[in-house]
Each structure stands twice: as structure tokens, then as C-alpha cells.
């Protein structure tokens, strides 16, 4: 963000005029000071004056972000969340259950792991074994840069149950979606298991997925975060045949591995060509399509879009990173929307 200016004379933002928050709440539990609210969600909302796409876009943070990570990016430009409302759609931003303005005690909550440190987000985002082709991140690298303050200004501590954290945030959003209708699910990063588990709850909420740079590969384990011990989520997801332990879902041939609510169900699994998560991105896109899905790679340097790494939601380009995603959108909905 260029510190010279306000905010408000920047360039950029086209006016839009319907815009609101709520919450999905939490579980009502008893604590000993009385009644408290366990892990509520905070939903943002806005919409363009006329809505010319038929299904809202439900937009999923990752790791120990916030919704903030749609609505900005560092130097203060418009996020894609402004770029989804700019092309017609309505657009649900969430803070995951104890992100960002979702509130969070560990008492009722559950503990939180470490506060993300700035060198978690170098190694992540502005990795030095791929400067070269990084051509993208065009941001200040240093500790004590106005750049990486603004990107880790958003960034609370990580859930220490990462199991427990999905099913939260899967059972808020199926509640999100219970009032909006059905939607395209947007997820980014460690958003992505949500994606996956929202659509086994409410498979026919959930119109499509576009999954923005998802964790994996399938069974991957983090240090110091935890496992995808069912695949692709470290909550279980529902297999058929039905499988009872995540060591069965480890152990079984991957080719009867079907996740019956993912039947037929278009995602698209996006990747930079300088990230890492690109590496396996084939392997998530060959477990979905096992899985009974529709699942397709949309690899960025393919359409043209070169240099970007694992923000490309918010990197130099990201006005450029978005294309491909809106038009694969726009392709899997053809519903009309109503007058």
C-alpha cells in the first residue's frame, strides 16, 4: 500500500451499492461465566446493483488468513472479491470459524496453534528457490517491509485441531448455504478441504468448486498443522463403500476411493507456475476424478499467465489471474437467472 495516498483517492473500484454482513452462528454452549456462542462465522456480502449471473460465489480463506485475503492485496489494490461483484455475481466472503472477525476463545473454541510468522509466509508465498521465476511477486521481501506487514496484518494463529477446525467451518458454510441457495464454492489454499466437505453435506448446494492453489496431495502430512488423514480433508468425508477410520481410506486402492457427493460435480483445480502446489496438483485433480468428480486443471501459464506463485489471488497481476477463473465459472453456469 502506498503510503502517501488515502485509500479513498485511489483508482480502481467501480461503485457497488448492496452490500451487508451477518453471522452463521455457533453451537450454544454452557461455559462458567453463562451461555456463550461457540465459533460463529461472520459472512460479508456484496452485490452489484443489477446481478447478472444466476449463483452466488461463496469465497473461502486459507491457512491463518481472513476474508480480507478477497477483498485486497498488499500495495492496496482491488482483491478479486471486487473483481466477482465488477463481472455480476453476489459474492459471500467468509472469516473461517476463529479467523478475522469470527470470534474466538480457547476455552470454548479449542486451542489455537502459533501465530503464523513471517517466515511461514516468506517459505509460502515468496519462496528465495524460485525468485527467478517468481516474476509476479513483485512486492518488497524483507522482514520489516511495509509489503509483508500488510500481508501478515491478516494472519492469526492456525487451529491446533485442524480435524475439528474443517468441520466447523464445513458446517457453517452447508448453513451458509441453506440461506443463499446453491453457489460456486471459491476456496484458496488450506480453504480447500472445506470445499470438499461442504459438498458432501449439501451436494446439491453446491453448483461447482473452484479451488484456488488447494492443499494436498492426498494424505499429505504437515508438521506442526496436522494430516489429511481422509484424502483430501482431515475431517471425514463420506466414501461409498463406507469406510469407519482414515486408515482405511490410507490403505484402500485408490481407485475405490468414491466420494458420492462429488459425483459429477465440475471443480477446477487452479495453480501458479512458480508455486510448489502446482507440483501436485495433478495428483488432487486424478483423486477428485476417482472420487466421481468432474475435475479439471487450470494451470495459469496455459492461458498465457506466467510468473505466479501461491497468492496469485492477490499478486501484481492478480486483475489477470482472475480471467480464467471467471471464465470457468461463466462455462459450468449456464442456468438462467431469473427475472
Known amino acids: 500500500m502506498t503510503p502517501q495516498q488515502a485509500p479513498h483517492l485511489t483508482t480502481g473500484h467501480e461503485i457497488t451499492v448492496r452490500r451487508g454482513h451477518f453471522w452463521i452462528p455457533g453451537e450454544r454452549v454452557e461455559a462458567e461465566h453463562g451461555t456463550v456462542q461457540r465459533a460463529p462465522m461472520f459472512v460479508h456480502w456484496e452485490a452489484p446493483p443489477v ?10 480463506h486459507g491457512g491463518g488468513g481472513q476474508g480480507t485475503d478477497w477483498t ?16 455480476g455475481f453476489a459474492v459471500y466472503v467468509v472469516d473461517r470459524c476463529g479467523h478475522g472477525r469470527s470470534p474466538l476463545h480457547p476455552d470454548i473454541v479449542g486451542a489455537m496453534g502459533e501465530q503464523f510468522p513471517y517466515e511461514a509466509a516468506q517459505a509460502l508465498f515468496l519462496p528465495d528457490d524460485a525468485r527467478t521465476t517468481h516474476t509476479q ?22 487451529p491446533a485441531d485442524l480435524a475439528e477446525s474443517q468441520r466447523m467451518d464445513a458446517d457453517r458454510l452447508a448453513r451458509l448455504l441453506d440461506i443463499v441457495g446453491p453457489a460456486v464454492v471459491v476456496t484458496h489454499s488450506a480453504g480447500g478441504p472445506v470445499g470438499w466437505l461442504v459438498a458432501d453435506s449439501r451436494p446439491k448446494q453446491v453448483a461447482a468448486i473452484a479451488a484456488i492453489e488447494p492443499v494436498g496431495p492426498p494424505f499429505a502430512d504437515f508438521p506442526g498443522l496436522g494430516k489429511l488423514a481422509w484424502g483430501l480433508t482431515a475431517h471425514r468425508i463420506t466414501y461409498d463403500p463406507p469406510l469407519h477410520r482414515p486408515e482405511e481410506a490410507e ?26 502446489f502446482a507440483e501436485f496438483a495433478p495428483h488432487v485433480v ?5 472420487a466421481g468428480a468432474r475435475a479439471e486443471p487450470v494451470h495459469l501459464p496455459e492461458y498465457g499467465i506466467t510468473g505466479n506463485g501461491h497468492g496469485l489471488t492477490f499478486e501484481a497481476n492478480s486483475d489477470h489471474t482472475i480471467t480464467p477463473v471467471i471464465d470457468w465459472i461463466t462455462e459450468h453456469d449456464q442456468t438462467p437467472i431469473e427475472e
Open 137 to 158: 511477486w513483485t512486492y518488497e521481501r524483507d522482514i520489516g517491509s511495509d509489503d509483508l506487514d500488510q500481508l501478515l496484518g491478516a494472519m492469526g494463529s492456525l
Open 72 to 87: 485486497g492485496t498488499p500495495d492496496g489494490r482491488p482483491g478479486w472479491a471486487t473483481r466477482f461483484v465488477e463481472a
Open 286 to 290: 486424478d483423486f477428485l476424478n476417482t
Open 251 to 276: 490403505s484402500a486402492d485408490p481407485a475405490t476411493l468414491r466420494i458420492p457427493a462429488l459425483a459429477d460435480t465440475p471443480i477446477a483445480v487452479v495453480s501458479g507456475g512458480s508455486s510448489a
Open 51 to 60: 446481478v447478472t449471473r444466476p449463483e452466488p460465489l461463496v469465497l473461502v
